[in-house]
T-cell receptor, first 112, second 112 residues
Framework: SQQGEEDPQALSIQEGENATMNCSYKTSINNLQWYRQNSGRGLVHLILIRSNEREKHSGRLRVTLDTSKKSSSLLITASRAADTASYFCATGLIQGAQKLVFGQGTRLTINP | ETGVTQSPTHLIKTRGQQVTLRCSSQSGHNTVSWYQQALGQGPQFIFQYYREEENGRGNFPPRFSGLQFPNYSSELNVNALELDDSALYLC???????????FGPGTRLTVT
């Protein structure tokens, strides 16, 4: 079963606008990661935030984590057509193997 | 582009048959994880291999099995294929002390 839920399921914006995606999860985590997937191909790692961090930046990406609310958000600023993809949050659990538990993703479309 | 490769790219099998999917991990990574991604869903963890031993398993039946070789490449075997096994199968490699995983492009399996 999926651990997290992304919101919204789909998002369509104009090029240059900012895109915000949210993720909620259910259990205690060690870290939370965001991945991008283009057209049903492999996933690309974007950014990782540890459970003791609240905010992290990487280029045009900004991720926040609120462990009390079990939620995270991904902000993409100044969007570009190449940002069109599906975005997934994935939680890294504490026990056992470093398996990732993914949400169902947000489909982001950037309109020129 | 990650250094993770998968073969074949696409595969069509008949219900009841067996299939083997292959994955070569990124240089320096000795941990390989396999995920199943049904259409419109997030990836689901199948199992992970570390130093040729299974190191954690998701909620998949025993007809899903795997191997890891001394060069850290890996195979996923699925016996007695069912229609619901149709999915994108993703392999990811990682460093044992890191949380990020690096995904291959996937194998699209269709069971008819």
């Amino acid at each position: 079963s999926q651990q997290g839920e992304e919101d919204p399921q789909a998002l369509s914006i104009q090029e240059g606008e900012n895109a915000t995606m949210n993720c909620s999860y259910k259990t205690s985590i060690n870290n939370l990661q965001w991945y991008r997937q283009n057209s049903g191909r492999g996933l690309v790692h974007l950014i990782l935030i540890r459970s003791n961090e609240r905010e992290k930046h990487s280029g045009r990406l900004r991720v926040t984590l609120d462990t009390s609310k079990k939620s995270s958000s991904l902000l993409i600023t100044a969007s570009r057509a190449a940002d069109t993809a599906s975005y997934f949050c994935a939680t890294g659990l504490i026990q056992g193997a470093q398996k990732l538990v993914f949400g169902q993703g947000t489909r982001l479309t950037i309109n020129p | 582009e990650t250094g993770v490769t998968q073969s074949p790219t696409h595969l069509i099998k008949t219900r009841g048959q067996q299939v083997t999917l292959r994955c070569s991990s990124q240089s320096g990574h000795n941990t390989v994880s396999w995920y199943q991604q049904a259409l419109g869903q997030g990836p689901q963890f199948i199992f992970q291999y570390y130093r040729e031993e299974e190191n954690g398993r998701g909620n998949f039946p025993p007809r899903f099995s795997g191997l890891q070789f001394p060069n850290y490449s890996s195979e996923l075997n699925v016996n007695a294929l069912e229609l619901d096994d149709s999915a994108l199968y993703l392999c990811a490699s990682s460093h044992p002390r890191a949380y990020e995983q690096y995904f291959g492009p996937g194998t699209r399996l269709t069971v008819t």
